[in-house]
């Protein structure tokens, strides 16, 4: 008796067969023949065939994969279990005690569970799975040391930055204190110094007044550009809107500038051709993007002239030309 495949003759038809072959003699004992009975087990073969490759899959997985019963003992565990877990697995004998409480953990919550289990300098995570009606529990494992090992340093980096962040903001919170306080002082003995001896200042000496307050006015606004560019990075800058007219607002700026274009020998103008120019807006951001659009204008312009024009758009639009 055997089993094998054989191909029908009539139909070219693949089969597995199980063949029984009898030998046949007649009185005198002489063979005469042979008697043979086959049965077609294909499906039956091909289902076994599925069965082998389905439980050879477990052996084949790289991650380790152990079957444990409820009363802790192991039932099974694939070739990557005795590669990758710290501890020793002998089928049927008694798993390793954090194993056990895992297992008996959820088998009593009756839920699956991923817990990180830490042994020495391993890190693994065990998803654990209970099989109620057949009492154990299947763990699936992953040795997830190097990942943890990188979050950790990914998490020291970042309060490594977050500290020199902290640092840096300081640093320049200081330096605006100290740069404000001395020109505070500069500007109000200036200003003092105007007030009590008029009769003792020329009038073309007027312009040297001007130019020092416009200059500290120049300075004070650096070092505020350098406070918004930290308080934007950590998107802390603070925002007032408030009813504003922005022909005024234009209007103060080019007074403002007047003697640095003067001394680049530039006229500077501003026209209104649009009315009173009411928005709702933060002052101190509408003041300094202004600001810098003028003074930019002035830095890169060698010759000529620069207007500053407010114009009526569609819609009632405010334009504002340079």
Not at 159 to 165: R, T, W
Not at 166 to 178: C, G, P, R, Y
Not at 258 to 279: M, R
């Amino acid at each position: 008796s055997e089993e094998e495949w054989i191909t029908y003759a009539d139909n070219g038809h693949l089969a597995f067969m199980n063949t029984t072959k009898t030998p046949m003699f007649d009185a005198s004992g002489v063979l005469i023949g042979v008697l043979g009975i086959g049965r077609d087990i294909t499906d039956r073969k091909l289902v076994e065939e599925s069965i082998s490759s389905i439980a050879k899959f477990p052996d084949e997985n790289p991650a380790p994969i152990v079957r444990i019963s409820r009363e802790g003992r192991v039932l099974y565990a694939n070739n990557a279990s005795y590669e990758i877990l710290p501890w020793k697995l002998e089928i049927r004998k008694s798993a390793p005690a954090v194993l056990q409480d895992i297992v008996t953990d959820i088998f009593i919550q009756k839920i699956d569970k991923t817990i990180e289990v830490k042994y020495k300098e391993q890190i693994i995570s065990v998803s654990a799975v209970p099989i109620i009606e057949s009492d154990y529990a299947n763990l699936y494992i992953t040795d997830i040391t190097a990942r943890k090992r990188i979050e950790q340093e990914l998490i020291e980096s970042k309060e490594k930055a977050e500290s020199a962040n902290k640092l840096k903001d300081a640093f320049i919170a200081n330096i605006s204190h100290e740069i404000r306080t001395p020109l505070n002082g500069i500007l109000g003995m200036t200003s003092l110094i105007r007030d009590i001896l008029p009769d003792k200042i020329k009038k073309e000496d007027e312009e040297l007044f001007e130019g020092m307050h416009y200059s500290s006015q120049r300075l004070i606004r650096t070092v505020d550009m350098i406070l918004n560019y930290s308080r934007l990075q950590v998107r802390e800058f603070p925002l007032f809107p408030k009813n504003l007219e922005l022909s005024a607002i234009c209007m103060k700026l080019v007074t403002e500038y007047a003697v640095s274009a003067k001394n680049k020998s530039l006229d500077l103008s501003f026209q209104n051709n649009y009315g009173d120019a009411d928005l709702f807006a933060d002052e101190y951001s509408i003041n300094m993007a202004i600001s810098n659009l003028i003074d930019n204008a002035i830095k890169y312009t060698d010759k000529g002239f620069i207007n500053v024009v407010l114009n009526r758009g569609g819609n009632d639009d405010i334009i504002l030309d340079i």
